[in-house]
């Protein structure tokens, strides 16, 4: 069992940048992947960035615009993700999400998911 929190949410002018944190708890030791999706408000959820200890860098739907990293210690197992010139149409709920497994932007293989933070961007 996983357990995730996100925060950071907030308003946001269009171009500007936010930066989300997702903090994990539970049985984190299984953990390989952690991942931000969002969710536009009657649309799928999509695809943000990703992160994965055992097999490769960050990766990212926009690499031009986001920043993401995740870590782990005896502490803390967390993601942060630094979104950057945000589009006004994007205004979505954030969600955090974990997996066993080493799937980048596979909605499917995610185990656990966080509540989500939401991002307003005004015009």
């Known amino acids: 069992q996983v357990q995730l929190v996100e925060s950071g949410g907030g308003l946001v002018q269009a171009g500007g940048s936010l930066r989300l944190s997702c903090a994990a708890s539970?049985?984190?030791?299984?953990?390989?992947?952690m991942a931000w999706f969002l969710q536009v408000p009657w649309q799928e959820r999509e695809f943000v960035a990703a992160g994965s200890w055992r097999y490769g860098p960050s990766y990212y739907a926009d690499s031009v615009k986001d920043r993401f990293n995740n870590s782990r210690d005896n502490a803390r197992v967390q993601a942060c993700l630094q979104k950057n010139g945000l589009d006004p149409e994007k205004t979505a709920v954030y969600y955090c999400t974990a997996s066993n497994k080493t799937d980048y932007d596979a909605i499917s293989k995610y185990e656990y998911w966080g509540q989500g933070t939401k991002v307003t961007v005004s015009s």
């Open positions: 539970g049985r984190t030791f299984s953990i390989a992947t």
